[in-house]
């Protein structure tokens, strides 16, 4: 007899295969996916294991299971975007241009303000945590350890908010966040290009300056997305 760890081991993977075949385009929203019996086969997995995986997959959104039509997939609009998984497989895809624009636009809608709030409720435990971040950053001799240490800024400077809500936004945009900070840094002469920004933000979040806070990250976003701009317009010219 299966353990259950086993069993939920792999109706994960087959949840990753299928999912990761939707959103990265590679079965379109309306088609329907093959029959029980056919894609169970065809993955080399029981049917238990399928259906424990498409019922996951359903409450994410991606497909919709009706009697006597099997699973179709569902158009983007239905897909629940925040769910960690499918930022996952939208990152793993290579995200597209459109994409990593809505990262943007999010990160501006979220981060300026989250700057702020931190800069009127850190505590010095918190506060330690940002600059211990920094200097990670500012310490980071290859690409990774630099994302890594970057990724830890943005996720000190949420929890300083003191808001629940939004610290734990983190735990959901985390892994499209990472994504974001290696293709802007990859993107750049010097990944550390963007360490004054940071600079500036923690020095207003010291300060208690939410204002500046405020201005200084949306300057760093901005920053950030005109070096992808930049990337891309040589990349273009490159292929022409």
């Known amino acids: 007899m299966r353990k259950p760890n ?3 081991n792999l109706y994960g993977h087959v949840m990753q295969e299928i999912g990761q075949r939707i959103v990265s385009g590679k079965v379109q929203p309306g088609e329907v996916l093959p029959r029980e019996e056919a894609l169970a086969e065809s993955l080399k997995v029981s049917r238990t294991a399928l259906r424990e995986a498409m019922k996951v997959l359903s409450a994410k959104g991606l497909i919709e299971s009706r009697a006597g039509v099997g699973a179709r997939v569902q158009e983007e609009r239905y897909w629940n975007q925040l769910d960690a998984d499918v930022l996952a497989w939208r990152c793993a895809s290579m ?4 994409f990593i624009d809505k990262l943007v636009e999010m990160r501006e809608v979220i981060e ?10 850190r505590t010095e435990a918190q506060l330690v945590e940002i600059q ?20 830890r800024f943005h996720e000190a400077v949420l929890q300083a908010t003191g808001n629940e809500l939004l610290s ?17 840094a990859r993107n750049s002469s010097n990944f550390r290009y963007s360490l004054p920004h940071h600079q500036k933000v923690l020095e207003a979040i010291r300060r208690k300056q939410p204002k500046v806070a405020h201005a200084a990250m949306l300057a760093m976003i901005a920053d ?5 701009r930049r990337s891309r317009s040589k990349a273009r010219k490159v292929r022409a």
Not at 112 to 121: G, Q, T
Not at 132 to 151: F, G, N, V
């Open 112 to 121: 300026p303000a989250a700057a702020a709030a931190a800069a009127r409720r």
């Open 95 to 98: 995200p597209t241009d459109d």
């Open 168 to 184: 734990s936004l983190f735990s959901v945009i985390d892994t499209a966040l990472g994504t974001f900070f290696v293709l802007s």
């Open 132 to 151: 211990s971040a920094y200097e990670a950053m500012d310490a980071a001799q290859t690409l990774d350890s630099w994302a890594e240490a970057d990724l």
């Open 6 to 8: 086993a069993v939920r």
């Open 224 to 228: 950030s997305q005109a070096n992808l």
